[in-house]
């Protein structure tokens, strides 16, 4: 059974940083789109990184320079390096792996259950 698993959230001060991983099942990891979402009270479920499985990445503005997402096929990990928080981070944050896979020619989707992470003083 795929799982998709996110660890490394925690509180922190303003400035600080964090670093978010997200592990996949190797079966499907390395034909994987992998996105970081999160979401808070009283806010939108919010699209923060992607990483394509070519290794393309893209950001949302609101992050944009602070946050950097990268992977590591070898460990099917996924990582989301967040420096400079801000309590407008404070977040749920889950991770997504998702894709088409060619062998089976239908697209998939994971989720991981979420971590949290708390920027407050």
């Known amino acids: 059974q795929v799982q998709v698993v996110e660890s490394g959230g925690g509180l922190v001060q303003p400035g600080g940083s964090l670093r978010l991983s997200c592990a996949a099942s190797g079966t499907i990891f390395s034909m994987s789109d992998m996105t970081w979402y999160r979401q808070s009270p009283g806010k939108r479920f919010e699209l923060v990184a992607v990483?394509?499985?070519?290794?393309?990445?893209n950001y949302a503005d609101s992050v944009k320079g602070r946050f950097t997402i990268s992977r590591d096929n070898a460990k099917n990990t996924v990582y989301l390096q967040m420096n400079t928080l801000k309590p407008e981070d404070t977040a749920a944050y889950y991770c997504r792996a998702s894709g088409f896979s060619s062998l089976t020619q239908r697209s998939f989707e994971y989720w991981g259950q979420g971590t949290q992470v708390t920027v407050s003083s």
């Open positions: 990483i394509t499985s070519g290794g393309i990445t």
